[in-house]
């Protein structure tokens, strides 16, 4: 007999097979189309992945075709085409990349490939042949992941380094090894030297070049760039912080954007400490918008200032005219100014070569010497009646340079090196460029004023090695 209660559960058998089907497949699809999820141990998530981890998407790989008519050794052959690769780092998320001048000199088409796969066609932005560094850039819909920076001033000998790049062409290469050495210069040929590099055993090899040497962290704390020829475990990358001093320079707005700021910014304590406004250009848009000698930048429009690069990435690709905002501390306080970007013309262009100069000194200075100088004021020899004309006052000392194991320290005045007085920048460009022939004697005597108290020393500069560039 019916039973009016269930009439309503009544299904058709067509629709009972279609909704069980349905069914099925509700609950069958999501595990044939989800990967399924791996549990990861701890143990497995070691330091030197997490490292990796972090860094891979800001490496990218680099290729591309050129004319070669010498070995690598520098010796002239017959010129051929050959396909060159090496590897950047990405410093800024709208695409600039910082590699080695070597990997894009004469490259026709730079072919960028990024660590997800997506390849763009590169620009050289600028180039250093002598620092062997260069700036590219691509430009890509979305910001890019920026490499994590660390410094190359606290590096110990025996600690953990991981270098990555395009060896031989495999994309993200990892290798392993430890710092070997620090402050090693090498010659790879007759024209060309590196200095201060940074010596390691992970295995670097053709294709590398460019690429990141990473501490344990995740850092980078050098830019890879050549190994030993005939040799295995001796390769050799970029302090982290001379390159980035290198970089601010080629970003300089001056030099790509026609563009005047008027500051010199210097970092005293290394690329995480504080950044210092050292000189202000008189009527520059940094002295009208009120920053001062020796305030302490902390922030240029969004841009965080932790290093002497960020201060040209805040103002890259600025109007003419455009104001933006600086946030500086001075005397313990937060002080809030602003700039207006100005064109750069007459006056300005040689006011800014002339502190282009100068910083080409202090960084040559620094690898050289292993000091930072400035000059020291004409009121301090007639207030100590010392019998010094003038000498540079020692703003900062490299770590274990030769110069801080002889005791120099921040606030020593050198006044005389060799026979030489060393009162001016010219006096120290005179010294620099015998440079070769006073690493030959060994080392050189020298004299600093501290206090009222003369003191000397022996600075030894030292010699530099035969190798093979990759």
């Known amino acids: ?123 050289i932005v600028a180039k250093d042949k002598e620092t062997d560094l260069a700036i590219i850039r691509i430009r890509t819909p979305k910001p890019l992941s920026v490499v994590k920076i660390g410094s190359s001033h606290d590096l110990l000998v025996g600690e953990t380094v991981i270098a990555m790049g395009n060896a031989y062409g495999y994309e993200h290469t990892v290798t392993r090894g430890i710092i070997s050495a620090l402050h090693r210069n090498v010659q790879v040929n007759d024209t060309q030297k590196y200095l201060d590099l940074i010596q390691t055993d992970a295995s670097i090899n053709p294709g590398n070049s460019g690429g990141p040497l990473l501490n344990i962290e995740g850092e980078m704390i050098g830019v890879n760039v050549a190994v030993r020829a005939g040799a295995q475990g001796i390769g050799f990358a970029i302090p982290v912080n001379k390159a980035l001093d290198v970089a601010a320079r080629l970003l300089d707005i001056g030099q790509l954007e026609n563009h005047w700021h008027g500051m010199t910014a210097l970092s005293i304590d290394g690329p995480k400490g504080p950044v210092t406004v050292a000189r202000v250009d008189r009527e520059s848009p940094a002295q009208l918008g009120g920053l001062k000698r020796g305030d302490l930048l902390q922030r240029i429009g969004s841009t965080p200032i932790h290093r002497v690069m960020d201060v040209e990435r805040a103002l890259l690709g600025l109007r003419t005219g455009e104001r933006v905002p600086v946030i500086v501390r001075r005397n313990d306080e937060l002080v809030e100014l602003d700039i207006a970007i100005a064109a750069r013309t007459g006056k300005r262009a040689r006011t800014q070569r002339t502190s282009q100069v100068a910083s080409s000194l202090r960084e040559t200075t620094w690898d050289t010497l292993g000091l930072r100088l400035e000059k020291a004021p004409k009121s301090l020899f007639r207030s100590s009646k010392v019998p010094y004309e003038g000498g540079m006052r020692v703003l900062s000392v490299r770590p274990k340079s030769s110069a801080d194991k002889q005791g120099l320290r921040t606030g020593d005045v050198l006044v005389k090196m060799h026979r030489w007085s060393t009162a001016s920048d010219k006096d120290i460009r005179f010294i620099i460029d015998h440079a070769d022939s006073l690493a030959r004697a060994g080392s050189v005597k020298f004299y600093i004023l501290r206090g009222k108290e003369t003191y000397y020393g022996h600075l030894a500069i030292a010699a530099s090695s035969s190798t093979k560039r990759r």
């Open 1 to 123: 007999m019916h039973d009016p209660r269930y009439a309503l559960l009544r299904v058709p058998a067509t629709r009972t097979r279609w909704l069980a089907l349905s069914l099925l497949l509700a609950i069958a699809l999501p595990a044939l189309v989800t990967r399924p999820a791996y549990a990861v141990s701890s143990e497995r998530l070691t330091p030197i992945v997490r490292a990796v981890q972090g860094c891979s998407s800001a490496v990218v790989n680099i290729q591309g075709q050129k004319s070669v008519s010498q070995t690598p050794d520098g010796k002239p052959t017959a010129p051929r085409q050959v396909n060159g690769m090496g590897t950047g780092v990405v410093i800024d998320s709208r695409g600039y990349i910082l590699t080695n001048h070597h990997v894009v000199d004469g490259v026709r088409r730079i072919n960028v490939t990024l660590d997800g796969g997506r390849s763009y066609v590169a620009r």
